[in-house]
């Protein structure tokens, strides 16, 4: 399985005081250091798993899933 990433390098740069110049390989080291740890720490190791595959299949569309959506989003 490729890895996952919950938020976009562009969309943090959007969102947030990261410069643009800052190089993608840094922003996506981050992102999956604070998946790893910090994300995995605050919604636990299961639901994380779950919202990765549901995100890595296209699944996360499907209405069935919107409380997963809401919490991705």
């Known amino acids: 399985m490729s890895k996952i990433y919950l938020i976009s390098e562009s969309t943090l740069k959007k969102h947030s005081l990261i410069n643009n110049n800052l190089d993608g390989q840094y ?4 992102i999956d250091i604070c998946q790893n740890i910090d994300l995995d720490t605050l919604i636990g190791t299961a ?3 779950k919202i990765c595959d549901l995100v890595d299949s296209g699944d996360i569309q499907n209405p069935d899933n919107i409380y997963y959506k809401n919490l991705l989003d």
């Open 27 to 30: 922003i996506t080291s981050i």
């Open 47 to 49: 639901l994380l798993n």
